[in-house]
Antibody, heavy 122, light 107 residues
Framework: EVQLVESGGGLVQPGGSLRLSCAAS????????MHWVRQAPGKGLVWVSR????????SYADSVKGRSTISRDNAKNTLYLQMNSLRAEDTAVYYC???????????????WGKGTTVTVSS | DIQMTQSPSSLSASVGDRVTITCRAS??????LNWYQQKPGKAPKLLIY???SLQSGVPSRFSGSGSGTDFTLTISSLQPEDFATYYC?????????FGQGTKVEIK
């Protein structure tokens, strides 16, 4: 069964750091782009970041650029999101998702994890 | 950034109704448009990719159309399990964006 399981969320103070993990199983992790998407309480979905299958290319939303780093360990089938200088507005459920290509370009996300909750509060 | 605007933000419909949700992009995005369904407390689920391609396992009552700036998601005959929030998402630009969502409620 294709599965993504996030972990690492929790309560952190403003200005703190957190590293989220996403464990993949049931597919060849090293062949796929991977994404992070977040959802603040009662709000809509916001794309956060993506990384190429071999880790050679990354992109970030403006809201996290410079404060977050996406990475992956293909030997461990695990995706990461290191988040620094956390703010109250980073409070959200963070989902990892598998990315697929359309005409060779990253295009959509077909498998999602259940999410991990990050709360930034003093 | 490309802005995605969905309409309506919410709607009430009955089982068996035909439902149409619209998504408009702030600039042309060709057919780089996807639709997701999300139920409360659950992860999003991919319904439609590349504007009109039905994801495997998704019922055929769901369909998508459009290109350029205007897109629609249609549910031909609403079923009880379809009451959820629907999001469009563009992948034309490097920075992806979602619409604000359309909540489909029971009438």
């Amino acid at each position: 069964e294709v599965q993504l399981v996030e972990s690492g969320g929790g309560l952190v103070q403003p200005g703190g750091s957190l590293r989220l993990s996403c464990a993949a199983s049931g597919f060849t992790f090293s062949s796929y782009w991977m994404h992070w998407v977040r959802q603040a309480p009662g709000k809509g979905l916001v794309w956060v970041s993506r990384i190429k299958s071999d880790g050679s290319s990354t992109s970030y939303a403006d809201s996290v650029k410079g404060r977050s780093t996406i990475s992956r360990d293909n030997a461990k089938n695990t995706l990461y999101l290191q988040m620094n200088s956390l703010r109250a507005e980073d409070t959200a459920v963070y989902y990892c998702a598998r990315g697929l290509l359309w005409f060779g370009e990253p295009s959509y996300m077909d498998v999602w994890g259940k999410g991990t909750t990050v709360t930034v509060s003093s | 950034d490309i802005q995605m605007t969905q309409s309506p933000s919410s709607l009430s419909a009955s089982v068996g109704d035909r439902v149409t949700i619209t998504c408009r992009a702030s600039q042309s995005i060709s057919t780089y448009l996807n639709w997701y369904q999300q139920k409360p407390g659950k992860a999003p689920k991919l319904l439609i990719y590349a504007a009109s391609s039905l994801q495997s396992g998704v019922p055929s009552r769901f369909s998508g159309s459009g290109s350029g700036t205007d897109f629609t998601l249609t549910i031909s005959s609403l079923q009880p399990e379809d009451f959820a929030t629907y999001y469009c998402q563009q992948s034309y630009s490097t920075l992806w964006t979602f619409g604000q969502g359309t909540k489909v409620e029971i009438k």
